[in-house]
């Protein structure tokens, strides 16, 4: 509980080595996380930044946050950041994105997430109603996708991302939903996955 409930904090010049940062910033009033090796070697993550709302961006597209192998459980690490839009990773593959993004109803986009160590996604993209992008690999459990923004290109591109496995994934309530074609459904049933719609 470092810096919970403090203003904006710089994290420009500070640097994390094997630490346990549950709960550090929880409701801060950061802005933006741009410091692209600030959770290299981060070895606990849970509920970090959840009710930052004031929290905009983790990363941009050509410098996301560097998680350096990062496979620990991100549960509800940024929930409730009302505000926070653009999540950028690389080098992170956790076990468990249990809430991790819950109630985060501006968020658009997030990437670079590898599934390879997932075993929980309960509520993981829960009220992110404005979530269009995802870009996530090797994912091996169902998730769900429901109630967020998603055309139908979007949808395509998540399905094109899934790896040949059996689950669900549930794609209810979003824009795209109903424009969803045979062929766009085949992209994923092919791959063994049940697609709730």
């Given amino acids: 509980n470092t810096f919970q409930d403090c203003g904006d904090v710089d994290l420009d010049d500070m640097q994390t080595s094997g630490s346990y940062m549950r709960q550090t ?9 741009f410091n692209q090796n600030f959770f290299d070697s981060v070895s606990d993550f849970g509920q970090s930044f959840s009710s930052g709302t004031r929290l905009l961006y983790l990363g941009t597209p050509s410098t996301p946050l560097d998680w350096g192998g990062f496979s620990g459980s991100m549960g509800e690490s940024f929930s409730s950041c009302v505000s926070l839009r653009h ?5 992170f593959s956790p076990s468990s994105l249990d809430r991790t993004f819950k109630n985060c109803n501006s968020l658009e986009t997030v990437s670079g997430i590898n599934c390879t160590n997932l075993t929980n996604s309960t509520n993981a993209f829960q009220n992110c109603h404005s979530l269009s992008t995802l870009e996530i690999s090797n994912i091996g459990i169902s998730f769900s996708l429901e109630d967020c923004n998603f055309n139908q290109a979007g949808l395509v591109n998540v399905f094109n991302d ?3 496995v059996t689950a669900t994934i549930t794609v209810t309530d979003n824009p795209g939903t109903g424009d969803l074609t045979a062929a766009n459904l085949l992209i994923a049933t092919a791959k063994g996955w049940t697609v709730t719609s």
């Fill in 25 to 33: 910033f929880n409701r801060t009033q950061i802005s933006g996380i």
């Fill in 87 to 91: 999540a950028y990773f690389q080098n």
């Fill in 162 to 164: 899934l790896p040949s």
